[in-house]
């Protein structure tokens, strides 16, 4: 089984330059999340989707962090104009639900270091 | 303060050591998580229990629900077994959303 996917691997750019990260969850999985991971922290929820539609997204910075999942399969996350402490590593993660006994499957995540 | 604690932060031990990782919360949870987190960023889900006891290989993982509590135990350690355990938990309240806590660094030296 094919596990989830998410491109770039690294990402190295400037303060206030645009990034885009994309994730593609195991196939089936109805729901996918982008989880943001500071150095020596635990990941923090961005935002959930449930299919094509946003479940919570109460943590996502919307002043400049977007993200859409079309056709309710692949996922971007937008970054729009980055700053310095948004250098983290993002992880994608889906499941099959969105109740407690559903297990989370992780991408190896993309690290931002933004300069 | 994290709603989810993990102990201790950081953990070194030598090859065989039985190796004890601790988890607390505060409010009455659905179901908790243990993650495992190599360097590098991958995260692979350990197990998923919202009472008793699971094993798997050299792995245990306990939860106490009255006292709030979970335990990761590793049996007969190795040095593959250094990585980044994470605790993560389901609150009743919102199922939907899951908490976790800062990690146990691990590192077992040969």
């Known amino acids: 089984e094919a596990g989830v996917a998410q491109s770039p691997r690294y990402k190295i750019i400037e303060k206030r330059q645009s990034v885009a990260f994309w994730c593609n969850p195991i196939?089936?999985?109805?729901?996918l999340y982008w989880y943001q991971q500071i150095l020596g922290q635990g990941p923090k929820l961005l935002i959930q989707?449930?299919?094509?539609?946003?479940?919570?997204d109460s943590q996502l910075p919307k002043d400049r962090f977007s993200a859409e999942r079309l056709k309710g399969v692949d996922s971007t996350l937008k970054i729009q104009p980055a700053k310095l402490e948004d250098s983290a590593v993002y992880l994608c993660?889906?499941?099959?639900?969105?109740?407690?006994?559903?297990?989370?499957?992780f991408g190896s995540g993309t690290q931002l270091s933004v300069l | 303060k994290n709603e989810v604690e993990q102990s201790p932060q950081n953990l070194t031990a030598q090859e065989g050591e039985f190796i004890t990782i601790n988890c607390s919360y505060s409010v009455g949870i659905s179901a908790l998580h243990w993650l495992q987190q190599h360097p590098g960023g991958g995260i692979v889900s350990l197990f998923m229990?919202?009472?008793g006891k699971k094993k798997h290989g050299r792995l245990i993982a306990t939860i106490n629900i009255q006292e709030k509590h979970s335990s990761l135990h590793i049996t007969a350690s190795h040095p593959r077994d250094s990585a980044v355990y994470i605790c993560a938990v389901r609150y009743a309240r919102w199922t939907d959303k899951l908490i976790f806590g800062t990690g146990t660094r691990l590192q077992v030296f040969p």
């Open positions: 229990l919202s009472s």
């Open positions: 993660a889906s499941s099959l639900g969105q109740h407690e006994g559903e297990k989370l499957f």
């Open positions: 989707f449930q299919n094509n539609g946003v479940v919570d």
């Open positions: 196939s089936g999985h109805a729901t």
